[in-house]
Every structure is written in structure tokens, then in C-alpha cells.
């Protein structure tokens, strides 16, 4: 966890979700995550020019842009993004057809259930972000309309984010959930105003106070930031008005234990690993935490460790295995290229190569036909057989393996075949070799064509 986290690590899951909504819309919709509030609200201010987003990710679209100087309420933070209130210019949008105009139409109620309030954006037409919920008889302040929808007043619990390192802070506004004010500010810092002690409006305050027994880490503020009670009154950002370190450290706990039971149930190599585990062991560094509660921040560093341990080898793995799948079409593609290559250079032989057509001379127990020159249709040797699937290959260049001899009856040269198959002329007397071939295709001569 990194500094600045530590100083916006005052968190207290309360976990207040948001469901998906039912208002009819022409874009998809996308709630934000449950980030909770925490027990304090801070005032910070905007050090560089930065956008508010509707959501805690640079995913969610820019809904307006804050320049330097600018002041946020911060109430809460989840991995590096702070939970802030709607800054002045901020609106939402809500359907028109769950909302009845009032009075002079500025003000509308709500006339159905749980109806979405989406992210309204000066910087685009974006709305697809829902920041909450409307009930039945809610109350809206109208600011203006587009198309089906109301521009609204950001209604209560709709928060924005804006990334941490933009924003510095200042000091703490008072608990969640307080209406301000002088003796507000006190609260928050874990104090309690005795009598007529808060003078000077907001923002300022007078007189020793007492922190009372039931806050966390409980102590006497020092004497360097009070005063008597007839003394000037000081400004509220001179005074030490923000939890003691143990208690940031208890919130920082429950955060990460929130987010630890969150993540937890996620693949792991979609868990924040690296981020949980720098938060628990910023914990152990402070060693401000109970004995119990130091023991079960030991024992999450301990797991998160052997997770990313895992996490890193799985992520090997995986890169192995697609470089292994990766070499492996490389090795099947060159073994496809090798086997066409030895198939088109290996040598075959036949004892002749010719076309075959059907014999008028049928003499003897078997079918004769003809092994013919394609370039004249000549005879070139007779072949002799009984195979009745010989006859699929009338007409066709082929290549027949067999013994030659002289049939004794007609005194003619004759092959009785013990295999024959088709044959592609142009490879003969390149890699296909026969013992008798036509007189057209011996080398030299003009190529001869297989159909004629």
C-alpha cells in the first residue's frame, strides 16, 4: 500500500451494494462496485487538473474535470481510488416516464420502485454508469432534460471517484454521516466539545477538549493545539483533528480484510495479490494493531505470499505452454512441408505407364486391354486381366506393376497386373519411371497429354 493509501486508508466497510437496474434505456448498464464509506469525511483538495469518473477504474467514463486548487469530500477509498461527494456541477440522469413534475417543474417525485440514478457527464453523453437507487414517492431536484431522461441533483448516497494522487488532504469534515459544522469537526477527530467550548463558527474551536473513553486510541489532545477558553480562537486545520495512528490502522484493517474475503473467491490470476499483501505488511510495520488481530494480519501475508508465489508460476506455465504450442505448429508445418517434399521427389516405378482402353482381341480366360501411347493412341503392351476394377481406369493414364511376357496365343507382349493406379503425365521420366512407356513420352519428345 502506498503512502498517500496509508493517508486515505480511513476506511470502514460497511458494504451497502447497489443492484442492477430496471429502467427501460437505449445504452447498457453498468453498476459501480461496492466500495464502502468510511467513518470519516475528509476535505481534500485537487493538486494537478484531473477528471472525476463515475466509477473507481480509468474504465469508467470522465463525468467532469476538476482543476487545481478544487476542493472534494472524501468518503472512502478502495485501491487507490477515492470515494467523493458529487463536486458543485455534478448531475445525474433519471428516466422521465418514473417521474412526475411538481409545482414549477424544477422539483419531481418518483412514482415507481427502485429506479436506476445514472452518472450524468458534461465531458460526454455517456450514462450507462448507475450510481443508485429512487423510491417510490423520492423526491428529485430537476436541473434540465435530454432526450427520455431528467438531469437531476446528485440525490444522497450517489458518490463519484477520482484518483488518489491527485488530491491532497486537508483535514477531517466530521463522521459519516454528520451535518457539519463546528462541533462536527471535533467528533470526527475523536473529541468531544465540553460546554461553550466551539466558538468561531465552522471550522474552528476553543478551550481544551477530551477525547471520551469509547473512541479507538482515546488520548488527551496536546497541549500545543489548544488553548484557554478565553485565548483567540484557531483555525480547525491547526488543530489535531484526525484519528490517532491506531486507528487508521483498524480501518486499514477492515478494508483489507473486506477485500480480502472479496478477492479471495476470484481465479487467482484475477486476484490483486500484490496489493493486499503491501497493505497487510504495511500493518505489520506500523505494529500498532491488537496482538489478535497483528496474528491474523501475519497469517494473510503468509497465504498472500504463497498465492503470488502460485500466481507467478501459474503465469510461467501459461507462458510455456502457449510457447510450447506456439513451437509446435511451427514443427507441424514443417513437417507437413517435408513430407510433400519427399512425396514430390520420391521415385516410383512401374513396369509400364500408359493410357488404357478397351481391346477388340479377347482371347484366353481373362480381359484384355490395351496399354496405349496418349499421344496417338498406339499400342504400347496388352494387358491381361480378371479384376472387374481394372475396368475404372479405361481411359486414364495409369501405372501398372507386373511380370511381362509373350501371350503364347497371339504371340504378343503382355502384362498380367498386380497393381494399378492413376498417374500424373507430366511427372513421368521425372519422378514416375516405367520399364516400357510410350514412344511420345521418352525424353526428348513432346510432352504428351493424358486424356487424348
Do not use: H
Not at 484557531?234 to 491506531?246: I, R, S, V
Not at 505488511?281 to 497465504?303: E, K, T
Request: aromatic fraction near 6%; glycine fraction near 10%; proline fraction near 6%.
Amino acid at each position: 500500500m502506498s503512502g498517500r493509501s496509508l493517508v486515505w486508508g480511513t476506511v470502514l466497510i460497511l458494504g451497502a451494494g447497489m443492484l442492477a437496474g430496471v429502467a427501460p434505456a437505449p445504452e447498457s448498464v453498468e453498476s459501480q462496485p461496492d466500495v464502502a464509506n468510511s467513518n470519516y469525511q475528509v476535505e481534500g483538495v485537487v493538486n494537478a487538473s484531473v477528471f472525476v469518473r463515475s466509477g473507481p477504474q480509468d474504465s469508467y467514463y470522465s463525468t467532469m474535470k476538476l482543476e487545481k486548487g478544487a476542493k472534494v469530500t472524501v468518503v472512502g477509498e478502495r485501491f487507490g481510488w477515492l470515494k467523493i461527494v458529487p463536486p458543485e456541477g455534478s448531475f445525474c440522469y433519471v428516466a422521465k416516464v418514473y417521474v412526475e413534475k411538481t409545482g414549477d417543474g424544477t422539483v419531481g417525485r418518483v412514482n415507481a420502485k427502485d429506479i436506476n440514478v445514472r452518472a450524468g457527464s458534461s465531458l460526454n453523453t455517456m450514462k450507462t454508469t448507475v450510481l443508485g437507487k429512487l423510491s417510490e414517492g423520492d423526491q428529485v431536484q430537476i436541473l434540465g432534460e435530454q432526450e427520455e431522461y431528467f438531469k437531476i441533483k446528485p440525490p444522497a448516497d450517489c458518490y463519484l471517484y477520482i484518483s488518489e494522487q491527485f488530491v491532497d488532504q486537508v483535514k477531517v469534515l466530521g463522521a459519516a454521516g454528520s451535518t457539519g459544522g463546528a462541533g462536527t469537526a471535533a467528533v470526527a477527530a475523536g473529541t468531544a466539545v465540553t460546554g461553550s467550548s466551539v466558538a468561531g463558527g465552522a471550522g474552528s474551536f476553543a478551550a481544551a477538549t477530551t477525547i471520551p473513553s469509547g473512541i479507538a486510541g482515546a488520548t488527551t489532545i496536546p497541549s500545543d493545539v489548544t488553548a484557554s477558553a478565553s485565548s483567540t480562537t484557531q483555525p480547525l486545520a491547526a488543530a489535531t483533528t484526525q484519528p490517532d495512528a491506531t486507528a487508521i490502522d483498524l480501518t486499514r484493517f477492515d478494508a483489507l480484510e473486506a477485500d480480502y474475503s472479496a478477492e479471495s473467491v476470484k481465479p487467482l490470476d484475477q486476484q490483486p495479490i500484490d496489493e493486499m499483501l503491501k497493505g497487510y505488511n504495511g500493518l505489520l510495520s506500523d505494529n500498532l494493531l491488537p496482538d489478535s488481530l497483528m496474528q491474523i494480519a501475519q497469517l494473510r501475508s503468509r497465504v498472500l505470499a504463497i498465492r503470488a508465489d502460485s500466481k507467478a508460476k501459474l503465469l510461467a506455465a501459461r507462458e510455456a505452454q502457449q510457447q510450447a504450442e506456439k513451437q509446435r505448429m511451427v514443427l507441424v508445418a514443417e513437417n507437413q512441408e517435408l513430407s510433400q517434399r519427399i512425396k514430390d521427389t520420391t521415385i516410383t516405378t512401374y513396369s509400364a505407364v500408359g493410357t488404357l482402353q478397351a481391346s477388340s482381341l479377347q482371347t484366353g480366360g481373362a480381359t484384355l486391354y490395351r496399354l496405349t501411347d496418349p499421344a496417338n493412341g498406339r499400342t504400347v503392351i496388352y494387358i491381361r486381366s480378371s479384376d472387374p476394377a481394372i475396368v475404372q481406369y479405361v481411359g486414364q493414364f495409369i501405372g501398372v506393376r507386373g511380370p511381362v511376357s509373350t501371350d503364347p496365343q497371339i504371340g504378343l507382349r503382355q502384362i498380367i497386373p498386380t497393381a494399378a493406379e492413376p498417374v500424373d503425365v507430366a511427372k513421368v521420366n521425372v519422378t514416375v519411371i516405367a520399364d516400357i512407356a510410350p514412344p511420345s513420352l521418352a525424353p526428348g519428345a513432346p510432352q504428351a497429354n493424358a486424356g487424348n
